[in-house]
């Protein structure tokens, strides 16, 4: 056994330490760490296998030590059991999964095939099943997740401030992928210089960094490829959106930062992208109709702000690229007819044969880590089986259940709402881009901002105001003055 550090680590292990005893910081920290999915903190070898340790998993975990260590030295700090209730059937699927992923890959041992995390360059794409080092590290991963999940709500509980300051995270580790994106597209074209050593240093993953499409880089920014940048951005995309349609005061960063996504997103030539982009015009233009004639207002603009950027982008990249049109062309086309694809043959049969092995399986799945299908719901049904779906069917109904229970628009404080909502709108973008191509749900970003979405909703419910305020009185970016919160 052998562990590496790496530069990245060498200048993210000092920034830990001096944030450890802050909590909120330790958090946000781990937060904008989650832009930096291709780094790596530690590279360790064990047995011939080598993986590296996300910054975001990290930091996230000497949170849940430390939290952890907390609750159980001080009487004082107890779990209410508000959030046992709605965390109970994701801790029953955590619970399963990290089972499954010892006991279904022995059980149905050379019985079934099966699409694994890592494939070898002359294997045959689906392989029988058997146990692997995928089953521990996604086990891992996904333990991981439900500990930052859990310790984004406590704090947002207890503060209910943090949920605003995450947001503001949110965004600024969204423009950091999004300039260091525009830096790559810099370097590839013109020679500049890229730290790509410093940002692909996670050995873990396949670095698709130096992709092209008809001559057009392909962008991944700080993530290991396009696919992932998409993914990514997807969230900022639909946070931003929202933002700008629901009349946030300080709109000069928000439509900057959203122009910026739509370009980027373009850039991409992810067939992610686009699907994202498209199915968020829909959801704007379902929410304009029911909002009334100024979100209408909003929302045009909205387009005709992407417009013009993507008219922009249009015009100045060709000048860097002059086989631009054609790459862009190619994807769109490919995009539209999928079926003669081969890409879309190939992850066509990933999606079958991971829905199939339920009914091989018993209904239990192949187990935790056994499967990597082309989309997260056929990864989770071959993973998990039909027993994994329907305890996060039952996670997800106590969240919206939740969600909907927040006071009146009339008697809510407007930053609450307002905060609440951005995250919601994030979270809807990371997972619609996970259904599309995205067969995990371990980026710590989603879990955080849901884990705010869910704490910050608690304390909405527990503490109604009975105050009326008017809404949009205050602006996002400003520090939020809520009642009933801890200074």
């Not at 790596?40 to 990290?58: D, E, H, K, M, R």
């Not at 992810?270 to 909002?291: D, E, H, M, Q, R």
Request: net charge positive.
């Amino acid at each position: 056994m052998s562990i590496e550090l790496t530069a990245f680590g060498a200048g993210f292990i000092p920034i830990c330490l001096l944030v450890m005893g802050n909590l909120d910081r330790l958090l946000c920290l781990t937060l904008l760490a989650s832009a930096f999915e291709a780094a790596s903190v530690l590279n360790i070898t064990l047995g011939g296998i080598s993986f590296g340790v996300q910054p975001a998993y990290f930091s996230g975990g000497l949170l849940c030590l430390f939290m952890a260590l907390g609750y159980l030295t001080s009487p004082a700090l107890k779990v209410k059991p508000q959030v046992v209730r709605v965390a109970f059937p994701l801790i029953l699927f955590v619970g399963y999964a990290i089972i499954s992923s010892f006991l279904l890959p022995r059980l149905f041992q050379g019985a079934v095939s099966v699409w694994p995390q890592r494939l070898e360059p002359n294997a045959p794409f689906a392989v029988l099943l058997a146990p692997s080092s995928g089953n521990t590290t996604q086990a891992l991963y996904l333990l991981l997740s439900l500990g930052i999940f859990i310790c984004a709500l406590l704090r947002c509980l207890h503060n209910p401030r943090l949920a605003a300051t995450l947001l503001k995270t949110y965004l600024l580790c969204s423009l950091i992928v999004v300039l260091l994106a525009f830096w790559q597209l810099a370097a590839r074209t013109t020679g500049l210089p890229y730290p790509s050593e410093f940002l692909y240093s996670n050995p873990t993953y396949a670095m698709l960094s130096n992709a092209n499409v008809g001559g057009l880089p392909r962008l991944s920014g700080p993530m290991t490829e396009a696919a992932g940048l998409a993914y990514f951005l997807s969230g900022t995309l639909y946070t931003c959106s929202w933002l700008f349609m629901v009349g946030e005061r300080r709109r000069l960063f928000t439509t900057g930062l959203l122009s910026l996504t739509a370009v980027l997103l373009a850039l991409t030539t992810s067939t992610t992208g686009y699907s994202v982009a498209a199915i968020g015009v829909v959801f704007a233009f379902l929410f304009a109709v029911g909002a009334g004639k100024t979100a209408v207002q909003r929302s045009m603009l909205v387009f005709g702000g992407c417009l013009l950027a993507l008219l922009a982008a249009i015009y100045f990249v060709p000048l860097l690229s002059p086989r631009a049109y054609e790459a862009a062309l190619s994807v769109v086309d490919e995009t539209v007819s999928k079926g003669q694809s081969q890409s879309y043959e190939d992850r066509t049969s990933k999606d079958i044969d991971s829905l199939f092995l339920v009914l091989h399986t018993y209904g239990l799945g192949a187990g935790w880590g056994s499967v990597r299908a082309s989309s997260l719901f056929s990864t989770l049904v071959g993973a998990t089986g039909v027993w994994g779906i329907w305890l996060l069917m039952w996670f997800a109904a106590r969240v919206y259940r939740l969600v909907k229970d927040l006071p009146p628009r009339s008697s809510l404080d407007p930053v609450v709402l307002m905060v609440s909502q951005s995250l919601i709108a994030s979270l809807i973008g990371i997972l619609v881009a996970a259904l599309i191509s995205g067969p995990n749900l371990t980026y710590a970003g989603f879990w955080i901002n849901l884990g705010g979405v869910v704490g910050l909703a608690l304390w909405s419910n527990t503490n109604r105001p009975r105050k009326r305020v008017p809404i949009g009185s205050e602006p996002l970016l400003s520090t939020p003055a809520m009642p009933n919160a801890r200074r």
